[in-house]
């Protein structure tokens, strides 16, 4: 099989009189082609090398494995996204052409698949079992509907395959093997490289590298052995690249720096026509990424920030990465753009212009010296020029996950570096490599401890916050684990804070006005509604929440005009169910009960549709299909409280006490503060004559803040 390898071998050089003879001591700095060498280590050895790499990779990123869901992104992407648990044709074609194929500002259906295989794989007994154990979840915890541990894993694993492909392409490519042991053993324990692989929503990072490493390597072995078929596979793994995220397009021209490293005629006619498949597929998806991106508002409008302040962010963007690949210093999920343009003082993004010209410098420089550390800063400025936001894309001005890829690049020129230091210096050969053992072991406490920070939504939005307080997503994020966590007050002023750095942050009203209505702050919650319709006049939730508020306070006539405006922008099942209940509660059963059968026709597992059906047919004298409907309701949540509570006031009517009691009972059990289900059992307690437990449950309602006169409870305590 006939390979090409470079060496740094002095070249024989025809030389005139008068000509410069340093010419052949620049030459000698220059890599050719040659044939290829034997591996200086067997095969077992470089996997044995190979093995320690990916177990040290392991440890580092073990904790992640118990780590939960964050809400930077992970609800949408696996907590209520449908199309994880549907496996029909028809799903699959609204991934891949339908309504679903633009997700959250993105085209990448086969990430979103690779999504639903674990969501499947996580749904065994066996895998929550030990998930469970693994966390040491105690025995008496309910089992989780989704739980993350399958989706850590398959990251991770994705990350060791990444890990090994990373030295088969620089072994493949440079048919050295110090150079290649030593990137992939930086690729694997890079810190900055934390997000992309403990982020479940980043999923599409490391399957779309996976590919796009893969489809490299098939490219090499295509010019070394001149074989189509690997022509071919090559094309085909980088279109499965390009459909787990767009930013693969980017291997087409990575491909233009391989053929010049290798000494190919890039204005050949061959070697033109081999890269047509490539650039198109490149266009073609780069236009799908853009389309995407718009649809999910990603994308800024190119006025809002000059060119010469895009020029700064970039600049700081790329002297940043290097930065935080060499020392993962101020490591954060959130770097944000500058608060306002009319705030900035550009002489504070001017200081990494200086760094930001002495990189192309030095890639000139190697130009005339090396071709490896050329091609390591060609590979790198290629992966990741589309993302120094020279087109502003998202709400930051540089992420970790961005430089997953490009790294390879950087980690080339670090090892080539290192090698040729030992090359040229013998006698620090074994300093350099304890050196190298020291840095190897610093990341990998770097990575185990960077791993931990995003154990939770809170820890990562705290760290975040911590190393920058401008990080206005966030706050708002901080604030809704907070919510999520009952700590309503904390949430309302995380929700200001963020409101304050952008206040037009529609969301951030949203949020607060949700935090604002659940401590019964209706008013408060209802401006805050105000605003975030103001700011997005098609923002249906926000219509919906502010129609509770308003019926809560008595106005089921605005409340109602709210859920038909609500409805009018989307058709959502809790929505009708709200619509229904405030029908209901005007007196219109009829439509009430139209309401929540549209609601259960269109989530026929909504527990809290059944039970408000059920409330509606009670009203209508329709018991019987009352009691039904609870129970339904009761089958799809047992812990559902107000569904046995209500079942238990049908059940009275229909002269059912022991029904009743039961039912409150159980209501009780699951919230022991529900006043009225205290009440309600009292008076069935007083029916059956048993007065001790009525008395009881009287005075527990009482306590528990239910206004009862005096009177009423003398006649509950004989």
Same mark, same amino acid.
């Given at each position: 099989?006939?390979?090409?390898?470079?060496? %740094?071998?002095?070249?024989?050089?025809?030389?005139?009189?008068?000509?410069?003879?340093?010419?052949?001591?620049?030459?000698?700095?220059?890599?050719?082609?040659?044939?290829?060498?034997?591996?200086?280590?067997?095969?077992?050895?470089?996997?044995?090398?190979?093995?320690?790499?990916?177990?040290?990779?392991?440890?580092?990123?073990?904790?992640?494995?118990?780590?939960?869901?964050?809400?930077?992104?992970?609800?949408?992407?696996?907590?209520?996204?449908?199309?994880?648990?549907?496996?029909?044709?028809?799903?699959?074609?609204?991934?891949?052409?339908?309504?679903?194929?633009?997700?959250?500002?993105?085209?990448?259906?086969?990430?979103?698949?690779?999504?639903?295989?674990?969501?499947?794989?996580?749904?065994?007994?066996?895998?929550?079992?030990?998930?469970?154990?693994?966390?040491?979840?105690?025995?008496?915890?309910?089992?989780?509907?989704? /739980?993350?541990?399958?989706?850590?894993?398959?990251?991770?694993?994705?990350?060791?395959?990444?890990?090994?492909?990373?030295?088969?392409?620089?072994?493949?490519?440079?048919?050295?093997?110090?150079?290649?042991?030593?990137?992939?053993?930086?690729?694997?324990?890079? %810190?900055?490289?934390?997000?992309?692989?403990?982020?479940?929503?980043?999923?599409?990072?490391?399957?779309?590298?996976?590919?796009?490493?893969?489809?490299?390597?098939?490219?090499?072995?295509?010019?070394?052995?001149?074989?189509?078929?690997?022509?071919?596979?090559?094309?085909?793994?980088?279109?499965?690249?390009?459909?787990?995220?767009?930013?693969?397009?980017?291997?087409?021209?990575?491909?233009?720096?391989?053929?010049?490293?290798?000494?190919?005629?890039?204005?050949?006619?061959?070697?033109?026509?081999?890269?047509?498949?490539?650039?198109?597929?490149?266009?073609?998806?780069?236009?799908?990424?853009?389309?995407?991106?718009?649809?999910?508002?990603?994308?800024?409008?190119?006025?809002?920030?000059?060119?010469?302040?895009?020029?700064?962010?970039?600049?700081?963007?790329?002297?940043?990465?290097?930065?935080?690949?060499?020392?993962?210093?101020?490591?954060?999920?959130?770097?944000?753009?500058?608060?306002?343009?009319?705030?900035?003082?550009?002489?504070?993004?001017?200081?990494?212009?200086?760094?930001?010209?002495?990189?192309?410098?030095?890639?000139?420089?190697?130009?005339?010296?090396?071709?490896?550390?050329?091609?390591?800063?060609?590979?790198?400025?290629?992966?990741?020029?589309?993302?120094?936001?020279?087109?502003?894309?998202?709400?930051?001005?540089?992420?970790?996950?961005?430089?997953?890829?490009?790294?390879?690049?950087?980690?080339?020129?670090?090892?080539?570096?290192?090698?040729?230091?030992?090359?040229?210096?013998?006698?620090?050969?074994?300093?350099?490599?304890?050196?190298?053992?020291?840095?190897?072991?610093?990341?990998?406490?770097?990575?185990?401890?960077?791993?931990?920070?995003?154990?939770?939504?809170?820890?990562?939005?705290?760290?975040?916050?911590?190393?920058?307080?401008?990080?206005?997503?966030?706050?708002?994020?901080?604030?809704?684990?907070?919510?999520?966590?009952?700590?309503?007050?904390?949430?309302?002023?995380?929700?200001?804070?963020?409101?304050?750095?952008?206040?037009?942050?529609?969301?951030?009203?949203?949020?607060?006005?949700?935090?604002?209505? /659940?401590?019964?702050?209706?008013?408060?919650?209802?401006?805050?509604?105000?605003?975030?319709?103001?700011?997005?006049?098609?923002?249906?939730?926000?219509?919906?929440?502010?129609?509770?508020?308003?019926?809560?306070?008595?106005?089921?006539?605005?409340?109602?005009? /709210?859920?038909?405006?609500?409805?009018?922008?989307?058709?959502?099942?809790?929505?009708?169910?709200?619509?229904?209940?405030?029908?209901?509660?005007?007196?219109?059963?009829?439509?009430?009960?139209?309401?929540?059968?549209?609601?259960?026709?269109?989530?026929?597992?909504?527990?809290?549709?059944?039970?408000?059906?059920?409330?509606?047919?009670?009203?209508?004298?329709?018991?019987?299909?009352?009691?039904?409907?609870?129970?339904?309701?009761?089958?799809?949540?047992?812990?559902?409280?107000?569904?046995?509570?209500?079942?238990?006031?049908?059940?009275?009517?229909?002269?059912?006490?022991?029904?009743?009691?039961?039912?409150?009972?159980?209501?009780?059990?699951?919230?022991?503060?529900?006043?009225?289900?205290?009440?309600?059992?009292?008076?069935?307690?007083?029916?059956?004559?048993?007065?001790?437990?009525?008395?009881? /449950?009287?005075?527990?309602?009482?306590?528990?803040?239910?206004?009862?006169?005096?009177?009423?409870?003398?006649?509950?305590?004989?």
């Amino acid at each position: 099989m006939a390979k090409k390898n470079y060496n %740094t071998k002095e070249q024989p050089t025809k030389q005139t009189k008068g000509q410069n003879k340093n010419i052949t001591k620049q030459v000698e700095k220059i890599p050719v082609v040659t044939k290829p060498q034997k591996p200086s280590l067997s095969l077992i050895t470089t996997w044995m090398m190979l093995l320690v790499i990916v177990i040290m990779t392991f440890i580092a990123y073990s904790p992640s494995m118990k780590n939960e869901l964050t809400n930077w992104d992970d609800k949408a992407y696996v907590e209520e996204n449908t199309m994880l648990s549907e496996w029909h044709v028809e799903d699959f074609k609204s991934m891949f052409f339908g309504s679903h194929k633009y997700f959250m500002g993105n085209y990448h259906p086969l990430s979103i698949f690779s999504l639903s295989v674990d969501y499947h794989l996580g749904d065994n007994k066996t895998v929550k079992q030990f998930a469970a154990k693994l966390r040491g979840d105690k025995p008496t915890e309910k089992p989780r509907a989704i /739980d993350p541990f399958i989706f850590h894993l398959m990251n991770v694993l994705f990350h060791l395959l990444n890990t090994i492909l990373v030295f088969w392409f620089i072994y493949y490519l440079l048919k050295k093997f110090d150079i290649a042991i030593i990137g992939a053993l930086l690729f694997g324990l890079s %810190t900055i490289h934390v997000e992309s692989v403990t982020w479940v929503s980043e999923r599409k990072d490391v399957l779309h590298t996976f590919f796009f490493l893969i489809s490299l390597i098939m490219y090499l072995k295509y010019i070394d052995t001149s074989k189509w078929k690997f022509y071919i596979l090559s094309i085909i793994i980088f279109f499965l690249s390009i459909i787990s995220k767009g930013q693969a397009v980017s291997l087409s021209v990575t491909l233009v720096a391989i053929d010049w490293l290798y000494g190919r005629k890039l204005l050949s006619r061959k070697v033109i026509l081999e890269k047509v498949p490539f650039f198109v597929l490149s266009i073609v998806f780069g236009i799908i990424a853009i389309l995407a991106q718009k649809a999910g508002a990603a994308i800024h409008e190119i006025t809002e920030y000059p060119l010469y302040m895009r020029i700064l962010f970039a600049s700081y963007g790329i002297t940043q990465y290097v930065g935080k690949l060499t020392i993962p210093y101020n490591l954060a999920a959130i770097y944000p753009y500058p608060r306002a343009i009319q705030d900035i003082y550009p002489y504070q993004y001017l200081y990494y212009i200086l760094p930001a010209i002495i990189f192309p410098l030095l890639a000139y420089w190697a130009y005339k010296k090396n071709k490896i550390v050329t091609f390591g800063f060609a590979f790198f400025i290629i992966n990741i020029f589309l993302v120094l936001q020279l087109l502003p894309v998202g709400s930051a001005i540089m992420a970790d996950r961005y430089s997953y890829i490009p790294s390879v690049g950087y980690f080339i020129i670090f090892a080539y570096g290192f090698k040729y230091l030992i090359d040229k210096k013998p006698n620090f050969k074994i300093p350099a490599y304890i050196l190298l053992g020291v840095y190897a072991i610093y990341l990998s406490v770097a990575t185990f401890n960077q791993t931990q920070i995003w154990k939770d939504s809170t820890t990562l939005w705290t760290h975040t916050l911590e190393i920058n307080e401008d990080a206005l997503v966030g706050w708002n994020n901080l604030g809704s684990a907070h919510d999520k966590d009952n700590l309503k007050e904390r949430a309302i002023y995380d929700f200001t804070r963020a409101i304050a750095l952008k206040p037009d942050y529609t969301h951030a009203y949203y949020n607060r006005g949700t935090s604002r209505k /659940d401590l019964n702050l209706y008013k408060d919650a209802i401006m805050d509604f105000n605003k975030a319709i103001e700011i997005d006049p098609s923002f249906a939730e926000a219509y919906h929440n502010r129609g509770i508020c308003k019926e809560t306070l008595g106005d089921l006539k605005g409340a109602l005009a /709210d859920y038909n405006k609500g409805l009018s922008l989307t058709q959502i099942p809790n929505m009708y169910s709200s619509r229904g209940v405030c029908k209901g509660k005007m007196g219109n059963l009829k439509d009430a009960i139209d309401d929540f059968n549209t609601a259960i026709r269109l989530k026929p597992d909504n527990p809290e549709a059944y039970s408000n059906r059920g409330l509606a047919n009670d009203h209508a004298g329709n018991l019987q299909q009352a009691i039904a409907d609870y129970t339904t309701s009761i089958n799809l949540n047992p812990r559902f409280a107000t569904a046995w509570a209500n079942r238990g006031i049908t059940k009275h009517r229909l002269k059912d006490n022991n029904g009743a009691v039961s039912d409150y009972t159980t209501a009780i059990m699951l919230d022991p503060k529900f006043v009225d289900s205290y009440y309600n059992r009292a008076y069935v307690y007083w029916e059956m004559k048993n007065y001790a437990a009525a008395c009881t /449950d009287i005075q527990m309602a009482r306590k528990l803040g239910m206004q009862i006169s005096d009177a009423e409870v003398a006649k509950f305590c004989k």
